[in-house]
Nanobody, 123 residues
Framework: QVQLVESGGGLVQAGGSLRLTCAAS????????MGWFRQAPGKEREFVAV???????NYADSVQGRFTISRDNAKNTVYLQMNSLKPEDTAVYYC?????????????????WGQGTQVTVSS
């Protein structure tokens, strides 16, 4: 089991930027994929981005070109840099640890979740 703690959420105007951080502990961080998901009020949790153990990335179409996922294995940390934010990006953002080195854009591939951090983008 791995423990995940997100930080960095907040209120930002449209067009602004935020960087989310997820600190992991409890398992060999570098061995598995990490991901970010989000959930807006009244909607299902949706995939945002994933990074494999070797650094390969995949993004949802809605954030491609605006968001960047990265990881620092020495610090057991994964980041989500969010630029050109839009009001529709407003959601609770969750960090997740996959059960394997690679993961699909699906909650099914992730076994551990953080508590979430709120991101609100005003128009």
């Amino acid at each position: 089991q791995v423990q995940l703690v997100e930080s960095g959420g907040g209120l930002v105007q449209a067009g602004g930027s935020l960087r989310l951080t997820c600190a992991a502990s409890g398992r060999t961080f570098s061995s598995y994929a990490m991901g970010w998901f989000r959930q807006a009020p009244g909607k299902e949790r949706e995939f945002v981005a994933v990074i494999s153990w070797r650094g390969g990335t995949n993004y949802a179409d809605s954030v491609q070109g605006r968001f960047t996922i990265s990881r620092d294995n020495a610090k057991n940390t994964v980041y989500l840099q969010m630029n050109s934010l839009k009001p529709e990006d407003t959601a609770v953002y969750y960090c997740a640890a996959a059960t394997k080195a690679f993961a699909r854009a699906s909650t099914e591939d992730f076994g551990s979740w953080g508590q979430g951090t709120q991101v609100t983008v005003s128009s």
